[in-house]
């Protein structure tokens, strides 16, 4: 039986250990905050034509970067100290993988960016912009709601944000094909078009990044794998 | 002092992890020889109008999609089991990160061959082939070198791929423009050549995860995180 020392040496060990995901989790958090704010103002810089807006998404692409770095630095640390197992462990190599999730959604958003800036040089696109606000709101619900899940653990909603990704898919070829119509009508259409076909196409891999957020989810709760499964198979999986 | 025995059950141990770490390394290596292939063979496809190795390329993402969950769960079970520090900890990290860049590719070249298919039903595209077997081979030869680096753990190399990934943006951008023209010249080749953008676009992000891996390589060898860093920046990390 270990002595009072040993005790409270165990004690203090796991309270720092504690403290120590915690802090990852909250980190993540924020980082997801902030590229959920990105994506957002992005929209608005395109659809309100404000490049000011677009300029300062891009030079906050920085601060995003930033965040991954630490987090991938403070997650290391917490494997090399604390060599954490069963359920932290998962934790851990899942805050890895999402990170470069939620990075390469800040990636999505400094693009999208660029193309409001563009835009506004080339006068804005003569169509499209309701299928971007529509499909962009769509996809920050999702990385909102993904986010929310890993905050609570909750394995059910990560499945609702699965099911959502199928018809935001949907809603793009839907839109990708009104677009490619209408620069068939008028070929002095076809650039600006081009630049509403790659923000559309950003928006979408967003949805795509807050799925792989939530089969983490799923992962972290359950301790299975669901990436590369039917929403049919998951929903068993989470039904356990 | 440890006791003889105690030497052999370290010696044993040590031996066990040693070729538990070869193994997640030439399994890595598995999967980049696995996803080259499917690059190349997706983009022969394309130029040879060849469907039925399109339909291979697309039922073989499924042996990509299971090699990346048993990588991730080896590596897990590495950090579990192991609990590895230092060197070793960076690579089964790096591993973690790097498989999900693979499985990437994997999607990439499976999107590349849904649109060899599309092509081959509505009639090949007029313009484009040039380029993209051009830009096809230089992010192929971009991705050998990254899996060649990663398997040397050869830091110089590595940061050779960083400084090809600039030109292939610069080879893309001039390519889109290419299309675009020929869109605008005549509306007859606009779906079709936006089949083209996309396969260019699928093969520039082959090119982002190469040299994702590549700079894993260097965080590997140096232990510093050189992504989101100038190239310049990366070259005096590995001077050092």
């Not at 677009?54 to 970067?65: G, H, L, M, N, S």
């Not at 660029?114 to 990385?143: D, T, W």
């Amino acid at each position: 039986m270990p002595d009072k020392k040993d005790d409270v040496y165990g004690d203090h060990i796991s309270h720092q250990f504690n403290d120590e995901m915690m802090a990852l989790k909250t980190e993540f958090l924020k980082m997801g905050g902030l590229v959920e704010s990105q994506v957002d103002r992005a929209i608005h810089a395109l659809v309100d034509n404000d490049s000011n807006l677009a300029d300062e998404v891009r030079a906050t692409d920085k601060k995003v970067d930033q965040m991954e770095m630490d987090l991938d630095e403070e997650a290391t640390l917490i494997l090399a100290r604390r060599q954490p197992t069963a359920r932290d462990l998962r934790l851990v190599v899942s805050v890895i993988k999402m990170v470069s999730d939620l990075e390469r959604v800040g990636d999505e958003a400094k693009k999208i960016a660029k193309f409001a800036i563009k835009l506004s040089e080339e006068g804005q696109a003569p169509r499209g912009y309701v299928e971007v606000r529509h499909i962009g709101n769509h996809v920050l619900a999702m990385l909102h709601d993904a986010l929310d899940a890993f905050a609570r653990l909750d394995a059910e909603q990560a499945l609702r944000i699965m099911r959502e990704d199928k018809r935001v898919d949907e809603e793009y070829q839907a839109a990708t094909r009104t677009l490619l119509t209408f620069m068939m009508e008028d070929t002095r259409n076809i650039s600006r078009c081009m630049s509403v076909m790659w923000i559309l196409r950003a928006l979408e891999r967003v949805g795509d990044h807050a799925c792989n957020i939530a089969e983490n989810v799923i992962f972290m709760v359950k301790g299975e794998d669901v990436r590369h499964t039917p929403v049919e198979e998951a929903e068993k999986v989470v039904g356990r």
